[in-house]
């Protein structure tokens, strides 16, 4: 054989095509260690974008039932309610209850709100009015009435004066239950 075709058959069995193991492995790892840091990020951003879109079509759901009514009531809501349950009962009439919550559940007695109170972002523990009467949605959200003056001049919380409130938990018994 010649020099020149000793060469080429040289070349020819050193000559490699493919990755080693090690090469696998590296890159392997370089991918795991991207995706731990990438991954955690992006199921936060989703769980955020889903809880506002919830967010957004609980809003409306709940201002299209104020503004029916606020209609039933000839736009004014003093002296329209006479408790908590009439005024949930009312609302609801227009929204689609799975459950009902009597008034005066609470937190953790019975099978209608989540098993422990929401807390607050600086930790203190929030407690369910135990005069509000509400319902599990069919959506899994949560909305409970608190009537406070049926003559709507209760000023406690606010200068403008007010009949009640309305709690509204986007996802219900799903965590974080924080408010």
Known sequence: MSNKALKKNNKQITSRKGFTLAE???ALTI???ISCLTIPALI???QTSQQQTQWVKMFAVLDA???RV???SAGDFTGYFANSD???????SYMVPAQRCLSGSVYGQGNCWINSAPAYLNGTTNTMPATGS???LNNGATVVFNLIASACNDTTASTDPRCGFIILDI????????I
Do not use: K
């Open 134 to 136: 509400g319902a599990l």
């Open 86 to 92: 009439d005024m949930a009962n009312r609302f609801l």
């Open 171 to 178: 996802n219900g018994s799903q965590g974080p239950n924080v």
């Open 70 to 72: 606020r209609n039933d």
């Open 31 to 33: 991918i795991g260690v």
């Open 44 to 46: 936060e951003s989703i």
């Open 24 to 26: 696998i492995l590296l």
């Open 65 to 67: 039932a104020t503004l």
